[in-house]
Structure formats: C-alpha cells, structure tokens
C-alpha cells in the first residue's frame, strides 16, 4: 500500500505508467473557500500541471509561478540565495507528489495566490477515463488581478451590495456575467481537454 497523508486511499496500480492522482487545489485564505478536484496521470509534467490550474482557476498566466514540494522549488526558474528549478522537464512522479502527498502552488508573487494541493487518491487510469479532468469544486476563482486575498474579500462585499457605487464599479471591472458562487466543473474539463500532450 502507498502511504499517503491521513484519510487518502490508494490502490497498487497494475503498472507504473498508468498512475492517476487526484488532487483537490484550494486558495489559501479564501472565504468563502474556492476549490477544485482534479484527476491527472502521473506521467504529466508539472509545467502542465500549471497550466492546468491556470485554467481550473480561471487566471490568465500573466505572472511567475513556483511549485513548494517538500524542499524542492519549481517553475519559473531563478538563480541566486533561493532558487527555482525549471518545472518544464520534470514530471509528477520525477517530483514526488505522490510520495509526499502534498504540495503548494504560489502564481503572481507578490499580491497573488497560493494553492494549497493534497493527493486525495492515487489509483490505475480507469478503461476509457480521461485526464486531465476536473471533477469538482466550488465557486469562480478569484479574478487574478484584483489585488491579491484581502482586495478579492473586499470585492466580494461590494458585490454583495450591488447599489452602492463601490458595488457598481467592482462589478463593471468583472463584467456582468462574473458570478463568484459558480463554478462550472464542465468548461473547466473541456479547457483541461485542449492541453497539448
């Protein structure tokens, strides 16, 4: 059996090529919480991976990004007193997600986003099952420049009063269709879907 953090299940796959993990990403310090559900093969390669949660979360790659698994940096790579290792060659496994059960996921350093990431399950690639896919989550991710956690809760207030000027000019900036409590899990696998390979 493969250890994992408590409350996750495994199942010894048939081969090491057809590992699928499922991972729930959810924003740090979000209130209400935002989250998602995804199942991808091992075998992905983190910079995918980003690309994944850029779509799951709606945000638009404009900023760097890093990877925290264990002492380990990824993504963008940076040199100097705290380095980050390039995540465009190295996969998942060559990670060691699985073994470490949980990772964070920092985009638009600065006033940006930190994912929080837990290996929920690791288990064989169903017949016929598809990744990456989305299976769930809960409500739109925050707008990624809105000016970090505590703009995107004082966002979320004036939206909630939609008369007041503040109300007004927050939602004009999103645009009518943003809706914060939707999270639309279909079009979140179908963006998941045009990923190259």
């Not at 945000?59 to 890093?66: A, L, N, P, S």
């Not at 009063?161 to 004009?172: I, N, S």
């Amino acid at each position: 059996m493969i250890s994992l953090h408590e409350g996750a299940r495994a199942v010894r796959p048939r081969k090491s090529g057809d590992r699928a993990l499922v991972l729930r990403l959810a924003v740090a310090g979000s209130q209400p919480e935002v989250w998602r559900r995804l199942l991808v093969r091992e075998s992905l390669w983190l910079s995918r991976l980003h690309d994944g949660i850029q779509i799951a979360f709606d945000w638009f790659d404009y900023q760097t990004h890093v990877f925290s698994i264990g002492d380990r940096r990824l993504g963008n790579p940076v040199t100097g007193p705290n380095p980050v290792d390039d995540d465009r060659d190295i996969s998942l496994a060559d990670a060691g997600i699985a073994a470490e059960g949980r990772f964070s996921y920092r985009y638009h350093l600065g006033e940006g986003w930190t994912v929080n990431a837990v290996v929920e399950e690791i288990r064989p690639l169903a017949k016929g099952e598809r990744s990456p896919t989305c299976l769930g989550g809960e409500r739109a991710g925050p707008p990624e420049d809105c000016g970090g956690l505590e703009a995107y809760h004082d966002m979320l207030a004036c939206l909630a009063e939609p008369a007041t000027d503040l109300g007004r000019e927050w939602r004009e900036w999103v645009g009518p269709d943003f809706d914060p409590a939707r999270c639309d899990v279909a079009a979140i696998t179908r963006g998941l879907r045009k990923l190259p390979r």
